[in-house]
Structure formats: structure tokens, C-alpha cells
């Protein structure tokens, strides 16, 4: 693995936030002041491609990074666009096998939206619309 790859790999196992490839590219440019944003963007797709981390696509935001790689939920701030993983039962995708007769299901992308405390207290700022 190269120097920024492993650099890239570290920043998002380094705290449970999902971050997104912007927010990855600024932590890294403050270790790496020669790291260019497309490099970051690479890597990040090698690292999705490899199964190393997961991409989150979100609806009208950019994508998040997230280094737990089993399929779990998430919960999604329809204000601020703090994402959370929440915990699910392993047998979740039980129920769905039983309705779809012949189809093996390997995994699934469940987002669920609320409005967090923070931003029902109003002390929260947007941070969904962030590039």
C-alpha cells in the first residue's frame, strides 16, 4: 500500500465519522501538503474496489466514506447530514430472502432519516450540503 493510500486508510479508521472524500483530502493535505485532491479521489475508489472501506451514496450530498465494511444501517440528519451506524440484527436480511424465492441476497444499503438532537435543539448547523 502506498505512503498516501495507507494515509487515506488511516484517516477514516481513525474515528467513526463518515467522512466525505472533501473532508478526507483536507486531514490528509495537513500531513501531506503535496497531496493532490485526485490522488485522494483514486485511492478512495481503490480502497471501495478492494472491499477495504464502504462508499455511503446520499441523496442530494456528497458521498461519505465508512470503514465498518459489513452491510449495516445507518441513521441520516435530514438537517445537519451527521451520519450514525445503527445496529441491526444478522438475521435482517431473513424476512426479504423468504419474499424473493431464488434470489440470494448479499447485502443491503438501509438509510433511515431523522432530525438529531442537536438540530432539534437548534444547535446544529447545516453540514449536508457540504462538498
Known amino acids: 500500500m502506498t505512503r498516501q493510500r495507507q494515509l487515506i ?34 485511492n ?8 477495504q472501506i464502504r462508499k455511503l451514496e446520499m441523496p442530494d450530498a456528497p458521498a461519505r466514506y465508512d470503514r465498518e465494511r459489513r ?22 436480511l431473513g424476512p426479504f430472502s423468504i419474499m424473493t424465492p431464488g434470489v440470494t441476497l448479499t447485502g443491503y444499503d438501509l438509510k433511515l432519516y431523522h432530525v438529531c438532537p442537536a438540530c432539534q435543539a437548534g444547535k446544529a448547523g447545516p453540514v449536508a450540503r457540504k462538498a
Not at 477514516?12 to 500531513?31: G, K, M, Q, S, V
Request: charged residues 20%.
Open 9 to 42: 486508510y488511516n484517516i477514516i479508521n481513525a474515528a467513526p465519522e463518515h467522512r466525505t472524500a472533501e473532508e478526507i483530502y483536507d486531514l490528509a493535505r495537513a500531513e501531506m501538503p503535496s497531496l493532490a485532491r485526485g490522488t485522494v479521489y483514486r
Open 44 to 51: 478512495l475508489g481503490l480502497l471501495v474496489q478492494s472491499g
Open 71 to 92: 452491510p449495516h444501517p445507518h441513521l441520516i440528519c435530514q438537517v445537519c447530514g451527521q451520519v450514525e451506524d445503527l445496529v441491526a440484527p444478522e438475521e435482517l
